[in-house]
């Protein structure tokens, strides 16, 4: 069941967004080679707990960080690590933040001093393919319509398009239906209307989009080495439009 939110929750979550977006800002700022996922984790934690909010992600079925820090080939999921970051190096960088019972959830790339076009041209089509699915999600279109988008845009790249996690609806949970893919055929599944709340948070791979886990139980990597990339933003449908919760 698709939980519709009242125009008050939508504002209680677009706060928990702020703070979010706020935090990837600062984030942005801070990563350069030498620092460590880590070290962002902690900066993270702090930086949400300074709002008066929470590290939603830590604890969610013994996930053990604030963040989820996914270096190169990892796809999502990534522990934050003492190692530092390298020149070239891209991490997505996926956190909850929790204010007062209502989440906001986001995701962000970024490439590590100077990267490789292959690296920089990964990073800029997973950003335009999130914003294409965003353009399909408005009220009285369909989920299928933001997955095909995606998925089109991402292929016609020459990208593959990761089936293993997906989208979801968010509130005072932070996984509830609808579920959203970032493929599939348009005109399929659940119609958006009024109060959905939802992620679109497309993992785009240079190679396969096959995927495996690591022996810690949670990194998810790409089977094949090759690069990985997501960006993931919290979406609200309203009747003045489709608004993105989690930007400044
Ligand atoms: N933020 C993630 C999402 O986009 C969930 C992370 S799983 C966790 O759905 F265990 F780290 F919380
Ligand atoms: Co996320």
């Known amino acids: 069941m698709i939980i519709i939110k009242t125009m008050e929750e939508i504002e209680k979550m677009r706060a928990a967004g702020k703070i979010l977006a706020e935090c990837h800002q600062q984030i942005e700022k801070m990563l350069r080679p030498g620092i460590s ?3 962002i984790d902690q900066f993270a934690e702090n930086f949400i707990r300074s709002k008066g909010a929470t590290p939603e992600q830590k604890g969610y079925h013994g996930y053990p960080y604030a ?3 996914s270096v190169n080939d990892v796809i999502c ?3 934050p690590k003492h190692e530092p970051l390298q020149e070239g190096d891209i991490v997505t960088i996926d956190m909850v933040v929790n204010l007062n019972g209502w989440l906001a959830d986001s995701a962000w790339s970024y490439g590590i001093g100077t990267i490789s076009d292959t690296a920089a041209k990964l990073l800029q089509t997973t950003k335009e393919s999130l914003f294409k699915g965003i353009e399909q999600a408005v009220a009285g279109n369909r ?5 095909h988008a995606i ?3 991402a292929e016609s790249n020459g990208y593959s398009v990761v089936r293993d996690f997906i989208g979801h609806g968010i509130g005072s949970e932070m996984h509830e239906a609808p579920q959203v893919p970032h493929y599939g055929p348009a005109g399929k599944g659940p119609r958006l209307k009024e109060g959905m709340v939802f992620t679109i948070e497309p993992m785009l791979n240079t190679g396969s989009f096959r995927t495996r886990i690591d022996a810690d139980g949670w990194t998810a990597r ?15 449908i309203t009747p003045q439009g489709t608004v993105i919760l989690t930007e400044l």
């Open 77 to 79: 999921h990534g522990f």
């Open 151 to 153: 998925q089109v845009y």
């Open 222 to 236: 790409t089977i094949d080495g090759s690069l990985s990339a997501q960006y993931e933003h919290t979406l609200a």
């Open 37 to 39: 996922t880590w070290e």
């Open 67 to 69: 963040t989820c820090a």
């Open 143 to 147: 989920i299928g319509d933001v997955a």
